[in-house]
């Protein structure tokens, strides 16, 4: 009964195909997405934190502690559209344009972030 189950060592042999290799422009590819990943993501998590300082509209200290909060959620995000861009100079532009926007307006209205 158990001849019947388990597939033959042959025949799983013979049925592989031989993987391709991979070229430096893919890999190149995918690293520089994981570095927008990882560092731009985090720019852009920063960025929302100070945004998100002069924008909510709570106590002072309740904006910090929600932007802080929210800022993980955006570097997932930021994260994920990086690996999901149509290319990889596209996630790295677009999601350091984002970061910077956001960190222009925290810095071009200060007054805000002086209210209680």
Same mark, same amino acid.
């Given at each position: 009964m158990t001849d019947t189950l388990?597939?033959?060592?042959?025949? #799983? +042999?013979? #049925?592989?195909?031989?993987?391709?290799?991979l070229s430096w422009g893919y890999?190149?590819?995918?690293?520089?997405?994981?570095?927008?990943?990882? @560092?731009?993501?985090?720019l852009v998590a920063y960025g929302f934190t100070a945004f998100g300082t002069v924008v909510l509209p709570f106590a002072r200290n309740d904006r910090v502690?929600? +932007?802080?909060?929210?800022? !993980? !959620? @955006?570097?997932?995000?930021?994260?994920?559209? %990086? !690996? +999901?861009?149509? #290319?990889?100079w596209r996630a790295c532009?677009?999601?350091a344009l984002w970061a910077g926007?956001?960190? %222009? @307006?925290?810095l071009l209205f200060p007054e805000a972030a002086a209210r209680p």
């Open positions: 388990a597939p033959t060592a042959s025949a #799983s +042999a013979v #049925s592989r195909k031989p993987r391709p290799t890999r190149g590819g995918v690293a520089l997405r994981a570095l927008a990943a990882t @560092v731009i993501g985090y502690v929600a +932007a802080s909060l929210l800022c !993980f !959620f @955006v570097w997932c995000a930021a994260a994920m559209y %990086a !690996f +999901a861009a149509r #290319s990889a532009w677009v999601l926007a956001m960190y %222009a @307006v925290a």
